[in-house]
Nanobody
Framework: QVQVEESGGGLVQAGGSLRLSCAAS?????????MGWFRQAPGKEREFVGA????????YYADSVKGRFTISRDNAKNTVYLQMKSLKAEDTAVYYC???????????????WGQGTQVTVSS
């Protein structure tokens, strides 16, 4: 059983910052996987936000967040982070962390999901 758990969501004013965390494990053992972040706003489909590879690591971002969001990982803490800056009202969504795979083109394919954490940006 793979467990994926996000934390760090909340309410923030437009222009502010927030950092989400994600821990993924199987039987309390860290899994060396490519990790991704997605979000889903009310009435919209879930969309890709960004991903980070396990090895180098390389990062990939959706155009809508490029330059404002940064994904990093701390393998010693078994945690992946999504640092969000210059937040906009349109960033309001439930943010999901995923365990999956990156292919050579940078396309991320999720295999396991967390339950999500709400981010609300007030304008």
């Amino acid at each position: 059983q793979v467990q994926v758990e996000e934390s760090g969501g909340g309410l923030v004013q437009a222009g502010g910052s927030l950092r989400l965390s994600c821990a993924a494990s199987r039987r309390r053992t860290f899994m060396p996987n490519d990790m991704g972040w997605f979000r889903q706003a009310p009435g919209k489909e879930r969309e890709f936000v960004g991903a980070i590879s396990w090895d180098l690591p390389n990062t990939y971002y959706a155009d809508s967040v490029k330059g404002r969001f940064t994904i990093s990982r701390d393998n010693a803490k078994n945690t992946v982070y999504l640092q969000m800056k210059s937040l906009k009202a349109e960033d309001t969504a439930v943010y999901y962390c995923a365990v999956g795979r990156l292919d050579s083109s940078g396309t991320y394919r999720p295999d396991y999901w967390g339950q999500g954490t709400q981010v609300t940006v007030s304008s």
